[in-house]
């Protein structure tokens, strides 16, 4: 039988010992010196040489060269305490894992006051001596303290905080240390070479990673790769298939995909990784490796002459070409990605799963830590692909367009630029006719409102017809009108709502300057910034979906809305607007909100001009419910001068009216910027009218009408509040269905009865109170 490797390669003297020279030099000095004290605390990993410096230390006492570093050998001592010797009398190693209890250390206490039988010192070795009770160390305290002059105490432990303390400050500690790999593999290629085995050179990173930087564990690996051998000695593959780390090939193909970037490629490697029956997490953890390897190498890139890495020179240079490749900024961020999945994958169901999401996190462009930056990258980059295309598309159009001077972007203007252009003395000329003309299209919609009202028995085309021919009539003199006295800057109103010809384009710079970012350009990317406010604050966005970008003026962003309570709830939050705009294109406007084919802007944004326009709006409720009620018209035509607003207490009474109205006729629920002008729209039947019996039913003389919670009694006789013992919930109602099923005109009738009992006796009683 064979002896292990370990135990074969066991060193005799402190010179043997490798990787622990922080101890051993000390040790060896103190033995040549004399300079000994009675108790020592070897303390450390396991398979580190706790125990063999232990064992060389007591060869080293009893040696009869006396106490001395290089035990001779000769002596009977030494031979007696080499490893295969028979052992001494006066060397007592105790495994205090099993003998920790106190009545143990009782026993050792009286045993110890015997002098050595042979040797010059009684030497006990405690092993694994943290598994002493208390009360065993209590037991061996004095002994420890002042020992017998010939007696030795030597205590070896992985874990050095459990001794005693009062224990450990009566001896010299001595803490060991796991082996680095540039220590451990020139040893097993020279032990390899003692053995007469072939082993390839891959092979040993992988033995020393396996081991851990213990040298008994790396020992053991290697022996039994070495034992698993064939004539051909241990190959790279069956070290791989063995030990079960991931093959270097897969961790390469990983790395050359994150470093291409190409997602097909990685996916492909850990399709693979789990067809060789790999264990995910140990490639998260070997590509953990790699990837801290490859950080390595990129600051240090002499990292495989220095130690710092460890491999054969080929896959050095491979890791020296991935290390280029993949940059110094997504190398960390894949290592810490991967390390984060590590301590995800703890304790999961699905670590493939998992290993692919890693994979997804890394393809990503990094965007923690330079977020900002890459957001200002991008909207750099959009404003110019914004701007380019119109550009473009401007090339293209072959109209020649009288070409107005370029609005030079000035530093913000004043919010009431639209209030400049006109002095108040000809605005308060010209408001009665704006007012006048605003008026027109409202009542037109009253007339509308109210033949809609009536259109129970006509039919729908007649209906829409007289809608036409109506807001037809009001259009027409709303243009027979004179036109009013503007002032010459005045601007025309907005003609278009989408793509408006006449909108000035800004002259175009010189070619090595940004391209200035025009209406169009505002509008084409409009529904990324609608997306964007929507995903900050539901209510902005559902404001700014009313509003038509109808202009851009210098730095102000001139948007129209349908009513002027949209504009007024749109121009006081006009900052996450804003925002947006700034994210999508990269510049700040000034917003200014207009009411559809008025000049003027919102009530709340001229609020700096004093005893002019409408107040703010304060019953919001009215206003909100009366913009819901308003027609949704399209855009007017081009051509034609709007109609002036009504006056403010016309248009509170029609709103009432409205208001009235609506609660026979639902509006259409399509609210949207563009909606189809209402004339489009179907009306709406009134569900309180009698509905056609179907062939082949009866109809009953009922005073109810079903809805859909069950049946209930008709809307007036319900008495307001209270229980109604005619109505039930869905369910009841249900069931009764089915009886009805049996047979029951009378069982309704009896219904009937009650509710009319009921109400009689309702009525009783209030006329008695
Ligand atoms: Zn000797």
């Given at each position: 039988?064979?002896?292990?490797?370990?135990?074969?390669?066991?060193?005799?003297?402190?010179?043997?010992?490798?990787?622990?020279?922080?101890?051993?030099?000390?040790?060896?000095?103190?033995?040549?010196?004399?300079?000994?004290?009675?108790?020592?605390?070897f303390s450390?990993?396991r398979?580190?040489?706790k125990t063999?410096?232990?064992?060389?230390?007591?060869?080293?006492?009893?040696?009869?060269?006396?106490?001395?570093?290089?035990?001779?050998?000769?002596?009977?001592?030494?031979?007696?305490?080499?490893?295969?010797?028979?052992?001494?009398?006066?060397?007592?190693e105790i495994d205090a894992a099993s003998h920790g209890?106190?009545?143990?250390?009782?026993?050792?206490?009286?045993?110890?006051?015997?002098?050595?039988?042979?040797?010059?010192?009684?030497?006990?070795v405690i092993d694994e001596a943290h598994m002493v009770?208390?009360?065993?160390?209590?037991?061996?305290?004095?002994?420890?303290?002042?020992?017998?002059?010939?007696?030795?105490?030597?205590f070896a432990t992985t874990e050095?905080?459990k001794v005693?303390?009062?224990?450990?400050?009566?001896?010299?500690?001595?803490?060991?240390?796991?082996?680095?790999?540039?220590?451990?593999?020139?040893?097993?290629?020279?032990?390899?070479?003692?053995?007469?085995?072939?082993?390839?050179?891959?092979?040993?990173?992988?033995?020393?990673?396996?081991?851990?930087?213990?040298?008994?564990?790396?020992?053991?690996?290697?022996?039994?790769?070495?034992?698993?051998?064939?004539?051909?000695?241990?190959?790279?593959?069956?070290?791989?298939?063995?030990?079960?780390?991931?093959?270097?090939?897969?961790?390469?193909?990983?790395?050359?995909?994150?470093?291409?970037?190409?997602?097909?490629?990685?996916?492909?490697?850990?399709?693979?990784?789990?067809?060789?029956?790999?264990?995910?997490?140990?490639?998260?953890?070997?590509?953990?490796?790699?990837?801290?390897?490859?950080?390595?190498?990129?600051?240090?890139?002499?990292?495989?002459?220095?130690?710092?890495?460890?491999?054969?020179?080929?896959?050095?240079?491979?890791?020296?070409?991935?290390?280029?490749?993949?940059?110094?900024?997504?190398?960390?961020?894949?290592?810490?990605?991967?390390?984060?999945?590590?301590?995800?994958?703890?304790?999961?169901?699905?670590?493939?799963?998992?290993?692919?999401?890693?994979?997804?996190?890394?393809?990503?462009?990094?965007?923690?830590?330079?977020?900002?930056?890459?957001?200002?990258?991008?909207?750099?980059?959009?404003?110019?692909?914004?701007?380019?295309?119109?550009?473009?598309?401007?090339?293209?159009?072959?109209?020649?367009?009288?070409?107005?001077?370029?609005?030079?972007?000035?530093?913000?203007?004043?919010?009431?630029?639209?209030?400049?252009?006109?002095?108040?003395?000809?605005?308060?000329?010209?408001?009665?006719?704006?007012?006048?003309?605003?008026?027109?299209?409202?009542?037109?919609?009253?007339?509308?409102?109210?033949?809609?009202?009536?259109?129970?028995?006509?039919?729908?085309?007649?209906?829409?017809?007289?809608?036409?021919?109506?807001?037809?009539?009001?259009?027409?003199?709303?243009?027979?009108?004179?036109?009013?006295?503007?002032?010459?800057?005045?601007?025309?109103?907005?003609?278009?709502?989408?793509?408006?010809?006449?909108?000035?384009?800004?002259?175009?710079?010189?070619?090595?300057?940004?391209?200035?970012?025009?209406?169009?350009?505002?509008?084409?990317?409009?529904?990324?910034?609608?997306?964007?406010?929507?995903?900050?604050?539901?209510?902005?966005?559902?404001?700014?979906?009313?509003?038509?970008?109808?202009?851009?003026?210098?730095?102000?962003?001139?948007?129209?809305?349908?009513?002027?309570?949209?504009?007024?709830?749109?121009?006081?939050?006009?900052?996450?607007?804003?925002?947006?705009?700034?994210?999508?294109?990269?510049?700040?406007?000034?917003?200014?909100?207009?009411?559809?084919?008025?000049?003027?802007?919102?009530?709340?944004?001229?609020?700096?001009?004093?005893?002019?326009?409408?107040?703010?709006?304060?019953?919001?409720?009215?206003?909100?419910?009366?913009?819901?009620?308003?027609?949704?018209?399209?855009?007017?035509?081009?051509?034609?001068?709007?109609?002036?607003?009504?006056?403010?207490?016309?248009?509170?009474?029609?709103?009432?009216?409205?208001?009235?109205?609506?609660?026979?006729?639902?509006?259409?629920?399509?609210?949207?910027?563009?909606?189809?002008?209402?004339?489009?729209?179907?009306?709406?039947?009134?569900?309180?009218?009698?509905?056609?019996?179907?062939?082949?039913?009866?109809?009953?003389?009922?005073?109810?009408?079903?809805?859909?919670?069950?049946?209930?009694?008709?809307?007036?006789?319900?008495?307001?509040?209270?229980?109604?013992?005619?109505?039930?919930?869905?369910?009841?109602?249900?069931?009764?269905?089915?009886?009805?099923?049996?047979?029951?005109?009378?069982?309704?009738?009896?219904?009937?009865?009650?509710?009319?009992?009921?109400?009689?006796?309702?009525?009783?009683?209030?006329?008695?109170?």
């Amino acid at each position: 039988m064979a002896l292990a490797l370990y135990r074969k390669y066991r060193p005799r003297t402190f010179a043997e010992v490798i990787g622990q020279e922080h101890v051993t030099e000390p040790l060896s000095q103190a033995l040549r010196s004399g300079r000994l004290h009675h108790a020592y605390l070897f303390s450390g990993p396991r398979g580190c040489g706790k125990t063999s410096s232990a064992r060389i230390l007591a060869r080293s006492l009893n040696c009869a060269q006396g106490p001395t570093p290089e035990p001779c050998g000769q002596c009977d001592s030494c031979k007696s305490l080499a490893a295969d010797g028979a052992g001494s009398i006066d060397v007592i190693e105790i495994d205090a894992a099993s003998h920790g209890g106190v009545d143990d250390a009782r026993e050792l206490r009286e045993r110890a006051f015997f002098a050595p039988a042979t040797s010059r010192y009684k030497i006990y070795v405690i092993d694994e001596a943290h598994m002493v009770s208390s009360a065993g160390f209590n037991a061996l305290l004095k002994l420890v303290e002042e020992p017998p002059d010939y007696v030795k105490f030597i205590f070896a432990t992985t874990e050095p905080e459990k001794v005693l303390g009062t224990i450990k400050s009566r001896t010299h500690h001595y803490p060991f240390r796991l082996m680095p790999p540039g220590v451990l593999r020139p040893y097993l290629e020279q032990l390899c070479a003692a053995e007469g085995v072939k082993v390839e050179s891959a092979v040993f990173p992988l033995v020393v990673r396996a081991g851990g930087g213990s040298a008994r564990d790396t020992l053991s690996v290697l022996d039994q790769l070495i034992a698993g051998a064939g004539a051909e000695g241990v190959t790279y593959a069956r070290a791989v298939a063995l030990l079960g780390v991931t093959d270097v090939a897969l961790i390469d193909e990983m790395c050359d995909a994150l470093a291409a970037g190409d997602g097909a490629a990685a996916y492909s490697t850990i399709n693979r990784v789990a067809e060789a029956g790999h264990d995910p997490r140990r490639f998260a953890s070997d590509l953990l490796e790699r990837l801290r390897d490859l950080i390595v190498l990129q600051q240090v890139p002499d990292a495989a002459t220095k130690g710092l890495i460890d491999g054969p020179s080929d896959q050095v240079e491979r890791m020296v070409a991935q290390s280029a490749r993949l940059g110094p900024a997504t190398l960390s961020r894949c290592a810490d990605i991967v390390h984060n999945g590590l301590v995800e994958m703890r304790g999961t169901t699905a670590p493939r799963l998992l290993l692919e999401l890693i994979t997804a996190r890394m393809l990503l462009p990094g965007a923690e830590a330079t977020e900002d930056l890459l957001q200002r990258l991008e909207r750099v980059e959009r404003r110019f692909a914004i701007a380019g295309s119109a550009v473009q598309e401007e090339d293209a159009r072959p109209a020649a367009r009288p070409q107005p001077t370029a609005p030079t972007p000035t530093p913000r203007h004043k919010p009431d630029t639209a209030a400049q252009h006109k002095p108040d003395a000809t605005a308060a000329q010209h408001k009665p006719e704006t007012q006048a003309a605003q008026h027109s299209p409202e009542t037109a919609a009253a007339t509308q409102h109210r033949s809609e009202t009536q259109a129970g028995q006509h039919g729908s085309e007649t209906q829409a017809g007289q809608q036409t021919q109506v807001v037809q009539h009001r259009a027409e003199t709303a243009a027979a009108q004179p036109p009013a006295p503007r002032e010459p800057e005045v601007k025309p109103p907005p003609q278009a709502v989408m793509d408006d010809p006449a909108t000035p384009e800004p002259e175009r710079p010189g070619s090595s300057l940004p391209p200035q970012l025009d209406v169009t350009g505002v509008r084409r990317a409009w529904d990324e910034i609608l997306n964007m406010v929507n995903s900050r604050k539901k209510r902005i966005a559902a404001l700014a979906r009313n509003a038509t970008v109808r202009d851009l003026e210098g730095d102000a962003l001139v948007l129209t809305f349908q009513s002027a309570a949209l504009a007024g709830m749109m121009s006081k939050e006009t900052s996450v607007l804003s925002d947006a705009i700034y994210e999508v294109l990269g510049a700040r406007f000034e917003l200014r909100c207009e009411v559809a084919g008025d000049q003027r802007p919102a009530p709340a944004a001229q609020a700096a001009r004093p005893a002019a326009g409408p107040p703010p709006p304060r019953r919001r409720r009215r206003h909100r419910k009366q913009s819901r009620c308003r027609p949704k018209t399209g855009p007017s035509p081009p051509g034609r001068v709007a109609p002036p607003r009504a006056s403010r207490h016309r248009r509170r009474k029609t709103a009432t009216r409205r208001r009235r109205h609506r609660r026979h006729v639902p509006s259409p629920t399509d609210s949207r910027r563009l909606a189809p002008p209402r004339l489009d729209v179907a009306p709406v039947p009134n569900l309180l009218l009698p509905r056609p019996t179907p062939p082949g039913r009866v109809s009953l003389p009922s005073t109810r009408t079903t809805t859909a919670r069950g049946r209930m009694p008709p809307r007036r006789a319900r008495p307001r509040g209270g229980r109604v013992r005619g109505f039930r919930p869905r369910r009841r109602a249900d069931r009764r269905r089915g009886r009805r099923a049996h047979g029951a005109a009378e069982q309704r009738a009896a219904g009937n009865a009650v509710v009319a009992a009921d109400l009689r006796r309702r009525k009783d009683r209030r006329g008695l109170g």
